[in-house]
């Protein structure tokens, strides 16, 4: 007996890889490039629809999973104290790995998923979920941790990511697929470069190359890596499927100005890295959604000459600046960095929205409001029981029954939603039903929203890129909680982003070989000095700034900019060593004085425009008078600046000693 225990094989695990291991290159940029697919075809169409019914069920039954797991992990607190939070974790199959063999599970246990998703599909998407329960466990470098991880709803969900392209093996590619070349998808569309390029709106699918392909020793069967006509993402299916390969055809841009742009990605398909399947909310396609393929490609995005010769000369401009972000408008000035006349004059900016702008936005307001108003019909004439009568409604049904007359059948019930003793309706919103015109015009509310949200950002790209070009890459900012300016103002601040302004400042300066600094406001108060150093006390409704010291008048906000350029940070990364430099600011307006004045009364720079009136500011409105009774009726001041919350950037703590006091001149 011994003899055979012996004698038997030794079980053999995968030991470690020998390989070096791949890094992606250029410090492991990537971009991403968005090629619509140019999907026709009825039977593909409801093959895409099953994929991703197929893969939210997946992702479903693992976020309860994991939801479920987490749950029992803080229950556990005795067992955390007594051992270990990693034991407990490894009890409770809580990692990575638990949650890649808990997809599998679910695709194996449920038949009819595996005609559809695929299990390299399955378990990536477990390492999507794996990555919202680790935000949820382990705090991030601030010390913050997520919330509980919740499970999305159908409609929400509109990404299937892929695995990532093998850049060890040729050939290699789990889950989605790019095959075909830039060349051959120009001779194709282009016929053989006669005229431009034109692509039809009914893309025919590439077929699969057949026959024979020779090799070193022979001669194999050719595949799809042999095709090099028109672009096309493919995925193979399920384990299950019997349909065969699925084959979207890929659209590129076809405008001149976009040729060097599609080149940069599409060109060297050796930097392709990885493609995920993206839908998005479309009313007038067929199914009511659009479907795109976000390749990832290994280095950075494409800058087309005319940026990269502005970042240039911006990087060269030797200037240091400040920026004050406000709820209507931002506010930036800058100086030489040797503080000398001859190098320069102090330059100032003002970002206001144009009269033109302001219409476009009254305008989508309206539109949005008739919208919202469309669908809450829709709602209700779908759902009448859900519903009360309005006060007039049941008053012309009383005077309709006293005359004697047949009631009459209301379409739409104007009245409050029906609920409870305790206000909380009878039935749940969800439970609704809605008609095809309702989701379709939720469908179009969607689009706009979205289209409205892409031009702000591309709005805040281009004020950032003249910013920089103008006052060079190297800034500093307050660091405010937008989010304390949101409960105030609201959608105030939709229209004017501040927070999407400086988030594209800060990447517009990195790009540009600097960078954008955040200052505590509670170390450096900007909005209470001048820049003799003279501490001026002001509330947020004063929007002038007038020193009594060295009779330095100008905009608020231009003083709190030109001030935040003589911030000094002994941590660049932690706003909380920021101090104000009072002699610097002096000797700056010694040096530039006349020139200095003037630009911290409006913009000296064309580029920008400038506010309708001295003092223009955002007042939220208020429903009670706030003046005595023989005054007239006025908005309330702007509320004071809240204290900092703890542990924020601006968190209180030791002043630094100021300058001494100021004679007037």
Known sequence: MTTLQ????????????????????????????????????????????????????????????????????????HERDTHSAKDVRQRLSLSREALERCAYKHLEAAGHLKHHASKALSMHMADEVWNGVQRHLFADATGNRHGRPRVGRRHGFTRIPGRARSHTTANKWETFRLVGTFRGHLMAYTSGGKHDLMQPRRMPKPTRPNGKVPTGKGTRKANWWDHAGPLAVVFAGGPDGKRGDLVLPVRIPQ???????????????????????????????????????????????????????????????????????????????????????????????????????????????????????????????????????????????????????????????????????????????????????????????????ASTAEYRRHRARAVARDIVAA????????????????????????????????????????????????????????????????????????????????????????????????????????????????????????IFAQGLKEALRESTTPCQNTPRGAGRVAVPAQRVASAHRTAERRDRATPDEPRPVRDHAGAPGTRPARSPQLTLW
Request: net charge positive; aromatic share 4%; with cysteine.
């Open 255 to 449: 405008s001149p100005a976009q040729e060097n742009r599609v080149r940069h990605f599409l060109e060297t398909d050796a930097r392709w890295h990885k493609v995920d399947l993206v839908r998005r909310r479309k009313a007038s396609a067929p199914g009511g959604w659009a479907y795109e393929a976000h390749l990832t490609v290994l280095g950075p995005g494409y800058t087309s000459p005319a940026v990269r010769q502005v970042r240039q000369q911006a990087a060269e401009l030797d200037r240091i600046g400040g920026v004050d972000g406000n709820v209507s408008n931002l506010s930036v000035v800058s100086f030489p960095a040797s503080l000398e006349a001859s190098a320069g004059a102090a330059k100032s900016s003002e970002i206001v929205l144009t009269d033109d702008e302001r219409t476009r936005l009254e305008k989508e307001a309206k539109k949005r409001r008739g919208r919202a108003r469309a669908l809450e019909r829709s709602r209700r004439a779908t759902n009448t029981t859900q519903y009360v009568l309005s006060r007039r409604q049941t008053a012309r049904a009383e005077r309709r029954a006293a005359k004697g007359l047949t009631p009459k059948a209301v379409i739409v019930p104007g009245g409050a939603r029906a609920a409870r003793a305790d206000g909380v309706p009878k039935q749940p919103f969800r439970r609704d039903r809605l008609s095809a015109g309702h989701r379709e015009l939720r469908a179009r509310q969607a689009e706009a929203s």
């Open 6 to 77: 012996t004698a038997r094989p030794q079980q053999k695990f995968r030991g470690k890889n020998k390989a070096p291991k791949w890094t992606k290159p250029d410090d492991g940029m990537v971009s991403v490039m968005v090629l619509p697919l140019a999907v026709t075809d009825p039977a593909d169409l409801a093959r895409l629809e099953k994929l991703f019914g197929a893969m939210w069920s997946i992702k479903r039954a693992v976020q309860r999973d994991a939801r479920a797991k987490v749950d029992a992990y803080w229950s556990a607190k």
């Open 471 to 590: 006052h060079g890459p190297r800034l500093t900012v307050e660091d405010c909680d937008i989010r304390t300016w949101y409960r105030l103002w609201g959608r105030r601040l939709a229209q004017t982003t501040p927070g999407m302004l400086i988030g594209a400042l800060e990447i517009e300066c990195e790009a540009a070989g600097g960078r954008l600094v955040r200052a505590s406001t509670w170390s450096t108060a900007l909005s209470q000095h001048c820049m003799c150093g003279e501490r001026v006390a002001k509330t947020l409704r004063d929007r002038e700034h007038k020193c009594i010291a060295c009779g330095l008048v100008g905009k608020r906000d231009l003083v709190s900019a030109a001030l935040a350029a003589f911030v000094d940070l002994s941590n660049p990364d932690d706003p909380k060593t920021a101090t104000l430099d009072t002699a610097r600011s002096r000797h700056a307006q010694i």
